[in-house]
């Protein structure tokens, strides 16, 4: 038995900043996050069938709009909040400024 939400804020695997909500750790690694280790999509005979439709079209939407526009949180990072339903979502959204890049 294992908490997906638990296991992505472990300081033991993550770090003592775990808690923080910073994609920058994501840019140093050699190859993909083991699914065992960061379980989000679950692993083994039980992994979720669309994740590599997921993976695939936030990869395709991170390389159409970085390029031509910059996103800033529009509320201090500390007032965004978890909703956890089947998905795990934040509760009021998350608001941010987008502006277009010159």
Do not use: H
């Not at 923080?20 to 989000?40: A, I």
């Not at 669309?50 to 031509?68: D, F, H, I, N, W």
């Not at 509320?75 to 608001?95: K, R, W, Y």
């Amino acid at each position: 038995f294992y908490n997906i939400y638990a296991m992505g804020r472990d300081t033991k695997l993550w770090g003592p900043d775990a808690s923080e909500f910073k994609p920058e750790r994501w840019l140093n690694m050699n190859g993909p996050v083991d699914s065992y280790v960061f379980p989000v999509f679950n692993a083994g005979p039980r992994e979720c069938l669309g994740k590599r439709l997921a993976q695939v079209e936030m990869k395709a939407c991170l390389a159409y709009l970085l390029p031509s526009f910059s996103f800033k949180l529009a509320v201090p990072a500390e007032d965004i909040t978890p909703d956890s339903q089947l998905t795990f979502g934040m509760s009021s959204g998350l608001p941010c400024y987008v502006e277009k890049l010159s």
